[in-house]
């Protein structure tokens, strides 16, 4: 005999939302390592990453090494960070029976990754602005438009690896399954976002895979702001493209999230 689990119907109030969002950051502020990491781990990197290129000849006039290489950082390592420790948090919910529970009340899917997406969102704002601290006051970071762009960026890139992370561990049944999408998801980025090699230079068909990659405009806006002093239309183009994939991951995150760990 088939037991059917009958959720309850009824308006669901903005108060869902908030309560899942409450319920998140308060768990994130009793995880005292969790914290530690999503603030200090890409600071303590981009701390190594200084002093990686401090002896690296700079030819006059040219910026340094550091300067070009950690404005990208600021946007890449926050992406890094939330995207892996939303996948784990998120199939710890399903693994734990609590997200099935969760999903027994008036609370949506959307309802969920939203309160979920919120929370991140305001941890990686956090973990932006002691990137950025560190960075510009601590490390001589240089850039030549607003430090204020630099942390935009930087939040909006840490939202969308929160989107994808939610993504990810919406088709992960373990927490093992969850770190194993981050070479598949992250590692192509990585690689074809115009850190190691301009997207120009690449070949044709990397190129073209490149222009439909999330954190290729990430890093692209971020350029945008360390070689022009005020805000560009290609830089807020860019951004704009960075939300527009974070918001359809998390449509799709909540289209795809199964209600049961089985």
Not at 30 to 37: E, F, G, L, P
Not at 50 to 59: E, G, I, M
């Amino acid at each position: 005999m088939t037991t059917t689990v009958t959720r309850p119907t009824g308006p669901r109030p903005l108060r869902c939302y908030t309560a899942t969002t409450a319920r998140i950051l308060k768990q994130l502020r009793a995880d005292h390592r969790t914290v530690a990491m999503l603030l200090l781990v890409p600071a303590l990197l981009l701390s190594l990453l200084y002093f990686v290129y401090q002896d690296s000849p700079t030819p006059p006039g040219a910026p340094r090494l550091f300067d070009r290489v950690g404005i990208s950082m600021l946007g890449i390592l926050p992406f890094i960070v939330m995207f892996l420790i939303t996948a784990i948090a998120m199939q710890r919910e399903r693994v734990s029976g609590t997200l099935e529970r969760l999903l027994t009340t008036p609370l949506s899917k959307l309802d969920l990754l939203a309160g979920y997406g919120s929370a991140f969102s305001i941890a990686a704002a956090g973990q932006a602005g002691v990137a950025c601290l560190v960075s510009f006051w601590l490390l001589d970071l240089r850039a030549a438009g607003s430090i204020w762009l630099v942390l935009l960026i930087a939040v909006v890139d840490a939202i969308l690896g929160v989107a994808l992370g939610l993504l990810a561990s919406a088709f992960a049944r373990t927490e093992f399954q969850a770190v194993q999408f981050m070479p598949v998801i992250v590692g192509p980025q990585f690689f074809l976002c115009g850190l190691l090699v301009p997207r120009g230079e690449l070949p044709g068909w990397l190129e073209a895979v490149s222009n439909v990659l999330p954190l290729s405009y990430a890093v692209s806006a971020l350029q945008e702001v360390s070689e022009h002093p005020g805000a560009t239309g290609e830089m807020w183009r860019d951004l704009a493209i960075v939300a527009l994939f974070a918001a359809a991951a998390l449509c799709l995150a909540a289209a795809t999230l199964r209600r049961r760990t089985a």
